[in-house]
Structures are given as C-alpha cells and as structure tokens.
C-alpha cells in the first residue's frame, strides 16, 4: 500500500473544529487507499505561550527545562487529533517523538536527527491504523532518554524526516497559503502560485525567510529524493511540488549529519572588471549593468561593496573571452558615472585583471551549520592563498583568487572538506544548454525580503592570507551564523600595510554580540572601527532560469533606479541576486522587484487570519 506522510502546522490544529477538519482530511486520504502518517505541530500560538511562561519563571530558563516544556504542545495535538480520528471511526494512534523513534544528538532547543527507528511505526500502520506524530521532538539514546526539540520549523523537518525513514510516496505539508507562492502574500497582494519548484530554488527562498517550508526540510528532501508537495489547508488545490534530484540510495544514519559541503567547484574561465569609487546613488548599477545587457554579456559574479564617504566599488566577472567587450562597455560607461564632467583620476576607475579563477564550496548542509566559511577561509589562508573577491549564498561560498594558485586552493579544500571537484563552468554550459532546449526557463521564479538583518563593516584589514579566517572562526566560536559577506575592491596603505574593508550581515539579535565579540580582534590587528547598521533589508530574486540568460541583474537593478531606492550591497550566486537596501524601502523593493520580473497575476491569494 502507498505511504504519505501529511504535516499540519499549529494553524491548521488550532481550534477543535480545525482539528475535525484536519481528521476529515486524513480520513479521505485513507479512504484513497494510502497509509498514513500524520505530524502536527502544537496548537495556534501554544509553544509562544510555554515560551512566556517559561520567562516569567526564569530570565535563563535552561535549554534542557525548555525542551522538557515546549515537547508538551504537541502532545496536546496529537493527542486531540487521534481522538477526532477515532471518533469518526478511524483507528489512529498518537505517538511522541521518543515513542515514534526518532533518536537525535544531544543539543537542547537545536538537535538534530540522527537517525528513525521505524519498527513500531510500521507495526501500527500494518494494523491499518493512521500513526498521529508529535512534529518537533525526539529523543537522545538509550543512555540517556533525553527529550530533545529541533529548533525553529522543527515539525517540517520532522515529516520530511520520517518520509525519507519510511521512504514515502511523498510527504504533504499542509499550510495556511495555497503552495509556494512567488512572494509573501501578505506584503504582495498579487503574489501567484507555483506549480513547481526545484529543491534549490526552495532552499535560497526558504533560508531568505519565506516562512512556507524550513531550509533543513528541504535539504533532507533533496539529499534523500522525498518527493514533496505543500498544500493549503484550507481547499484541495493540488498546492506546489518540491523538485529534488534523482535519488541516490544512502544511509538513513546520521540522518541530518551529512556533509556540509557537497562539492569543490572551480572555474578558471573567468576574468574581473571593476569600477572603483562609483558614486553612492541610485541608478548607477542599473546604467552600468543595463549597458552590459545591452552587449549580450553574461555576468557570473557580482559583488558591490560597502560605500566609504559617497562611492562605491562594484566589481564582477565574465568569460575570458567576453573579457575586452565588458572592458570597453564599463571604460565607455565610466564617465558617465562619474560626479564631475571633467575625468577625475579617483571616480570610477576602471580595473581589469585577467588571471583569476573562482573557487567555491557548495552544499545544503552548509544551512544553519556556522563556521563553514570561516573553514574555507582558514585553508586558504594555510595554504597561503589570498582571496580577491568574496560572494555568498545559503548553499555556497566563492572565493576568487589568483589564477596561478587555483589548483592549490582546489586541492586544499577537497582535503579539508573530504570531497571531489565539480567544474562550475561545465555545470552551468549544461544548464544553459537544458535551458535552451526548454525554450529557457523563466529568470527568475520567487521574490524574497529579509527585515531581521543588521550589517557590519570592519574597515582597513590588513590585506594578507588568513585574516577573513580568523575574523569569522571568531564569530562561529560563538554560534554566529552569516550570511552576505563582501569584501572591498580597493586597497588603502596605511602604516605601509595594504588594507580592505570586510562587511556582511547577521540576524538582528547577532548583531550586539557579533560587535562585541570582533572589537577585540581588530583592536589587535589595529584595524579601523567596526561598524553595525540595524535600519537595513535584504532583498533578492531567485531561479535557476539565470544561468545563460544575460540582463537578469540588470533588470533588478533598473526597477530598484526607477523608484529612488538605492543599493548599498550586492552579492549574487548563480541562481540568486541579492541587494541590501535601506529598511523603510525594504517592501517597496520587494514590490518593485516582483512586479519587474512579471511574477504578478489576477488572482489574490487569501491568507487566513
């Protein structure tokens, strides 16, 4: 008999008629001829409430006491709803996360699955009965018998978890929005469906906030093939399917324990173009990206800096071959950039440098795992490699550096990580040539917003192997995770020692501890000060339909001109452009940006309350 496993978050349970609506749900599903697998998360606003409580006891409640605590709104889920099920003539059975077997690692209020040890749970399904789960929790090993909760979207990854244990058909997850949705509805009214998306596409969407699915979800579903659908609660649309690779058996141990990096990637077919000290102001990026459109050129990397008084350095990198048109387009369009009719010798420089190569590491599990940066850094750095340019993702870290030293850093980082090499620039000729099979892909498939961020900026590093090592070894040594990191084009002696700013962003409540916590190193390295900005957002465009598709930055950068809002950062991977923009014109970004790329639709999706 086939197998769903279905998830229903705590709106979806949080009433007694929801839950009957719930249960009448399941029923059907059962009466399809399916076995299944229910998990739920606590009713409505339950685990906030504990939450609260839990502060009024204690300003430090521990870690362990509150994993104790929080377990307890789902027992009250699943419990409720077996009873429904029963009710209505349905034999079910409610288990916890200890009962059901899922055993994880022993680290309160954040474990992660070790592993599902299923033999009950087919026991109860064989007797034909719906196995309602508690989402969120498990339990340590027979040692210890601790209960341990997952942290944040914990009842997703527990489905997807246990679809990938039981090796499901495919595994629901059932929400208060129709599906995957190009943007939060609630801030974009004309936000339309997916039919479909790739697992990587969700994961850049899902660790930019979209609240739809949790990163670790998708990444058990795409390392392990589970086939995922999310859904509405609400009618029987049939919602949005998760795309994952072709499956490729492997051990259900260690189950969230997989490498953190997938692969090594290179590319030695690339070359730089930056323009340094461009003038701060909305528009520039657009003129000069829309003129690189213009020509046909496809960009790859795409870093812009912080800006230091009223300009900026924007630097990015083409095919060898391509090298002397982008050269010609940024020398022709750098006057017009500047402030002053006259050539001034110190806006808009033109720099070109022809023997770079990209390295890069890339994999899901690098998700919520700090410190995998800092490893990349730290083994160049060993290997006494300089790092040129810096842009990340979610699922990747490139680094540029010197052409002659790329075999080095590659065999450096397939050591340190313990994987093998994937050329980047194959990779994305495939892509491009399925895209064009395809008649291309769209662009770009999802808008997503960032408000919760806060940047920091380090000025004048001294410019030598091993310091951007250091600086973010520092910030994982106390659970710190980043996210955008750039580091400036230009270079500035001072003391007789070249030097380069370094910025990138950390959730809003990092941002105190992450000062903090670098005073203290740069004040030792006698950098200049360090600098934190809390009124910012992030905003970014995400599709794999990028790759080979010229003026897609250009496009974004244009609709951000049209509406005065001006860009203080970019980065970009190569199916994701994100910019930092001033906070109060966060929305009006997204908006822009999603209208831009003809995400928007007819129909207005309702979001229950």
């Not at 399916?34 to 204690?58: F, Q, W």
């Not at 690339?270 to 990206?289: M, N, S, T, Y």
């Not at 490893?375 to 550096?401: D, Q």
Request: a negative charge; aromatic letters at 4%; glycine letters at 6%.
């Amino acid at each position: 008999m086939a197998l769903i496993v279905q998830k229903y978050g705590g709106t979806s349970v949080g009433s007694v008629e929801r839950i009957k609506a719930v249960a009448q749900r399941v029923i059907n599903t059962s009466k399809a001829g399916y076995s299944v697998v229910v998990v739920v998360s606590a009713m409505g606003k339950t685990t906030d409430s504990l939450v609260k409580l839990a502060n009024e006891i204690s300003t430090n409640p521990s870690r362990r006491e509150m994993d104790m605590l929080l377990s307890t709104g789902e027992q009250v889920s699943i419990a409720l709803l077996s009873m429904a099920l029963q009710e209505m003539g349905q034999p079910a059975i409610s288990l916890t996360g200890a009962q059901v077997g899922i055993v994880t690692e022993a680290q309160h209020t954040r474990a992660r699955i070790l592993r599902i040890e299923t033999e009950r749970l087919l026991r109860h399904l064989e007797e034909g009965k719906v196995v309602v789960v508690a989402g969120f929790q498990g339990i340590t090993s027979a040692e210890d018998l601790e209960i341990t909760t997952l942290g944040r979207g914990g009842s997703d990854t527990s489905a997807v978890a246990l679809a990938a244990a039981l090796h499901a058909d495919f595994c629901e997850i059932y929400t208060d929005v129709p599906g995957i949705l190009t943007a939060d509805p609630r801030l974009v009214p004309d936000a339309q469906l997916m039919t479909e998306i790739t697992s990587d596409e969700m994961l850049e969407l899902a660790s930019l906030g979209a609240k739809v699915l949790h990163p670790r979800a998708v990444e058990i579903a795409r390392n392990y093939g589970v086939p995922l659908v999310v859904r509405s609660s609400w009618t029987d649309e049939p919602g949005t399917r998760v795309v994952s690779p072709a499956y490729q058996a492997r051990s259900l141990e260690g189950l969230e324990l997989v490498k953190a990096v997938d692969a090594v990637e290179f590319d030695t077919d690339q070359a730089k173009v930056g323009l340094l000290r461009v003038p701060d102001r909305p528009g520039v990026a657009a003129r000069l990206f829309g003129e690189i459109a213009h020509q046909d050129l496809d960009v790859d990397l795409i870093i812009q800096s912080i800006h230091e008084g009223n300009s900026n350095d924007i630097a990015f990198t083409v095919s060898k071959n391509v090298v002397k048109k982008a050269e010609a387009v940024a020398a022709a369009i750098a006057p017009v950039l500047r402030t002053h009719p006259s050539p001034a010798p110190d806006e808009a420089e033109l720099m070109v440098d022809r023997q770079i190569a990209k390295v890069s590491i890339a994999g899901a599990g690098m998700i919520g795992r700090p410190g995998i940066a800092a490893e990349m850094f730290a083994t160049l750095a060993e290997a006494e490699i300089n790092i040129l340019m810096i842009s990340t993702s979610e699922v990747k870290v490139s680094c540029v550096v010197e052409a002659g030293e790329c075999d080095r850093a590659i065999s450096a980082l397939c050591k340190t990580f313990d994987v093998n090499t994937s050329p980047a620039w194959i990779n994305r000729k495939v892509i491009t040539q399925e895209n064009t099979a395809q008649n291309s892909l769209p662009s770009v498939r999802g808008v997503a917003l960032d408000l919760n961020q806060a940047r920091i900026a380090i000025r004048h590093i001294p410019d030598r192997p091993g310091m951007a090592a250091r600086l973010f070894k520092q910030l994982a040594s106390k659970n710190i995770s980043v996210d955008m990191i750039i580091q400036s084009q230009r270079c500035r002696i001072i003391d007789g020692l070249p030097r380069r700013d370094i910025a990138f962003t950390v959730a809003q409540g990092d941002a105190e501890a992450a000062k903090a916590t670098l005073q203290e190193v740069v004040t030792e390295w006698g950098c200049g000060e360090v600098v934190v900005d809390y009124a910012i957002a992030k905003v970014s465009a995400v599709g794999t339909g990028m790759e080979g598709q010229p003026g897609v930055a250009a496009q974004m950068f244009k609709a951000l001109a049209k509406n005065q809002i001006n860009i203080q950062m970019i980065a970009t991977s190569e199916i994701k452009l994100s910019c930092v923009v001033a906070q109060d014109q966060g929305v009006t970004a997204l908006q822009t940006i999603h209208a831009a790329f003809g995400l928007a639709g007819n129909q207005k999706i309702q979001v229950p309350a």
